[in-house]
């Protein structure tokens, strides 16, 4: 089977951070995110893969090429100004004659496909939406299913008085490929507010798979923060990447310790990439990533956050549930604290109040 993953988004909810790089590229504990679910197509035998990008291309293929690197097969579709999400799908399944499965490029879950394959099989269904609960649905597509798993009703972004069920679309799908004639070529076109519901209103066979498990959806920077501590605290089936563990710490390869640290505790973890430095007497708590060649200065503390690749974070600096872009620089004793986002590059000058 082959797959197709949108890309094309402007993640403009996680700005600024995907100024620089489109939010499927952002390193999520040192690694594109992109990488994982590539691993996830791997472990089911799909190699063979759809790029639908729009914003940023040329950072796709200068990271993946065409893949081989990775064991998989990738092939890029662009599109000049972006057309949705089922503008992309129906670009890119051109050729293809069997059913094929999308995700979008913003999701980490641990989705069983063979399983999901299977129930879209069982079902004859024309189209499989897998499914998640979430405690808000109205960030999401809300899907209402029938005892049989068919879906009843999808209902994109739902306001508070909409909400029925908790069960959300997880961005992910099967198709059979007839179902592309519904989507006129070339325009852009949402399968959330405009295939969905038109497949229901055709009474076409569309079937509900509820997906147990971790799922987030990475898009904001709550939740880009979040993804880091949940595999740094082990709540996904994802490792961290590592070439030396010590008590609290997974540390890359060539990384300098100062000295009389002070390691998270309690099964918190930092993970500090390579070519980093700690200096003496720096505290970590909580769930720390610090991305390749960061600097942290003596007697800084950080705690539940994200410094990416780069960036100086200054002597005795506090950070506190923050994301800190690459190559920002910290000035010493500033405090950064939570939903803080800087973007990368930025300078802050010692002594600030964030
Ligand atoms: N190629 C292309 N072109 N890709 C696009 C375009 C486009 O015009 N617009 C969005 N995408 C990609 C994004 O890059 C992202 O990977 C994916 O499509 C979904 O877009 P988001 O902007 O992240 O949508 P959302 O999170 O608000 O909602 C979607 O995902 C939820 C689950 O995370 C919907 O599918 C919801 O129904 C769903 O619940
Ligand atoms: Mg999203």
């Given at each position: 089977m082959k797959a197709v993953i949108l890309i094309g988004g402007k993640g403009t909810r996680l700005r600024p951070l995907t100024c620089d790089a489109p939010k499927p590229l952002l390193p999520v504990v040192n690694r594109p995110f992109l990488e994982y679910q590539f691993e996830i197509l791997r472990r089911h035998g799909i190699r063979e893969v759809r790029l639908c990008t729009s914003y940023r291309p040329a950072d796709f293929k200068n990271a993946f090429g065409n893949g081989r690197r990775l064991g998989m097969k990738l092939s890029y579709i662009h599109?000049?100004?972006?057309?949705?999400?089922?503008?992309?799908?129906?670009?890119?399944?051109?050729?293809?004659?069997?059913?094929?499965?999308v995700l979008n490029g913003d999701v980490l879950n641990?989705?069983?496909?063979?399983?999901?394959?299977?129930?879209?099989?069982?079902?004859?269904?024309?189209?499989?939406?897998?499914?998640?609960?979430?405690?808000?649905?109205?960030?999401?597509?809300?899907?209402?299913?029938?005892?049989?798993g068919r879906v009843k009703?999808?209902?994109?972004?739902?306001?508070?008085?909409?909400?029925?069920?908790?069960?959300?679309?997880?961005?992910?799908?099967?198709?059979?490929?007839?179902?592309m004639k519904l989507i006129p070529p070339g325009v852009p076109h949402s399968l959330e507010r405009?295939?969905?519901?038109?497949?229901?209103?055709?009474?076409?066979?569309?079937?509900?798979?509820?997906?147990?498990?971790?799922?987030?959806?990475?898009?904001?920077?709550?939740?880009?923060?979040?993804?880091?501590?949940?595999?740094?605290?082990?709540?996904?089936?994802?490792p961290v990447p590592a070439s030396k563990l010590r008590p609290g710490l997974a540390l890359g390869r060539k990384v300098k310790l100062g000295k009389n640290l002070t390691p998270a505790a309690d099964g918190g973890k930092a993970a500090l990439g390579d070519g980093g430095t700690v200096g003496d007497f720096a505290r970590f708590s909580g769930r720390v990533c610090v991305g390749p060649n960061g600097r942290i200065g003596k007697g800084a503390s950080l705690e539940d956050c994200v410094v990416l690749a780069g960036a100086r974070i200054g002597d005795g600096a506090q950070l506190k549930r923050c994301v800190v872009g690459p190559d920002c620089v910290i000035g010493a004793n500033s405090i950064v604290s939570e939903g803080s986002a800087l973007a990368g590059g930025s300078e802050v000058r010692p002594f600030s109040l964030l």
């Open positions: 599109e000049k100004e972006p057309l949705g999400t089922g503008g992309a799908v129906r670009n890119a399944s051109e050729g293809l004659n069997d059913t094929f499965l641990t989705l069983d496909i063979t399983s999901f394959l299977k129930f879209h099989r069982k079902n004859r269904a024309e189209a499989s939406l897998a499914l998640t609960r979430v405690k808000d649905p109205t960030l999401y597509g809300l899907v209402e299913t029938a005892e049989d009703r999808f209902l994109e972004k739902p306001s508070w008085d909409e909400i029925v069920t908790n069960t959300i679309n997880a961005g992910a799908y099967l198709f059979e490929p007839g179902v405009s295939l969905f519901p038109q497949l229901l209103q055709g009474r076409s066979r569309m079937y509900g798979y509820v997906t147990p498990g971790y799922w987030i959806d990475i898009g904001t920077v709550e939740k880009y923060l979040q993804v880091h501590l949940d595999i740094l605290g082990g709540a996904t089936p994802f």
